[in-house]
């Protein structure tokens, strides 16, 4: 048998492929404004003195890197509930992505923390700069300056990673294949389009934060 292909029957279906597209920008920008927050929390934490606050934090930094993110999601979705902590899929998603996230750029961001040279923080205090000063002004643009390409690369996993949330019943942009597929059973087609939707909003997200880096902190990668 001869497959042929049928992707002018995939038009009527658009809007829905466009809204799960739509969904998962969205929901990626969300959780990578809110995980690069909590990595630049959590890097200052563990960059600082260890203490008990620092040692909990490294061991939610190792809990998250060495358990796969769908069993993440799982236990936010169906563990959180069991305790009383009710959230919709979107809320369960967003919060996954960006513990996620939280988890992988702290030790990003706290390995540009480490190569900072010690005068830097010693400049500081001369200037009679508080710790928290001396880390927000001082230390930290050259540091995620070092850091930015690696830090975007992170960003884009997670937006990747996103289309596992589909699998708790959000609506974005897989979610939305695997419905389209299931009503027409063009597999082939829907699947490329989708991942060509991902592989172009991977490439726009890329020069869009490398753009910003440009901009803000004068990388260059």
């Known amino acids: 048998m ?8 995939l038009w009527p279906f658009m809007p ?17 404004i809110m995980g690069v927050a909590l990595g630049i929390c959590g890097a200052a934490i563990r960059s600082g003195k260890t203490n ?6 490294g061991i939610y930094v190792e809990v998250v890197r060495n358990t796969p993110f769908v069993v993440q999601l799982f236990f936010i979705v169906f563990g959180l509930p069991s305790l009383g902590w009710k959230l919709t899929a979107g809320q369960a998603a967003l919060l996954a992505m960006v513990i996620n996230l939280g988890a992988y750029s702290t030790e990003i961001i706290r390995a540009g923390i480490q190569v900072t040279p010690k005068g830097q923080w010693e400049a500081g205090r001369v200037l009679g700069l508080t710790r928290g000063q001396i ?20 960003c884009i996993i997670v937006m990747l990673g996103s289309s596992v949330v589909s699998q708790v019943a959000f609506e974005e942009l897989t979610f939305a294949a695997n419905l389209i597929q299931s009503r027409t059973f063009l597999s082939f087609e829907v699947y490329l389009v989708t991942t060509l939707f991902y592989l172009l909003l991977s490439v726009l997200m890329r020069q869009l934060l490398l753009a910003a880096g440009k901009r803000f902190l004068g990388s260059q990668a």
Request: aromatic share 10%; hydrophobic share 55%.
């Open 135 to 154: 880390f927000l002004r001082v230390v930290l643009p050259p540091a995620l300056q070092r850091i930015y390409p690696a830090l975007v690369s992170q």
């Open 16 to 32: 829905e492929l466009l809204a799960g597209l739509l969904t998962t920008i969205e929901l990626t920008a969300m959780a990578t």
């Open 52 to 57: 008990l606050l620092s040692r909990i934090w």
């Open 2 to 9: 001869t497959y042929q292909l049928n992707f002018p029957a």
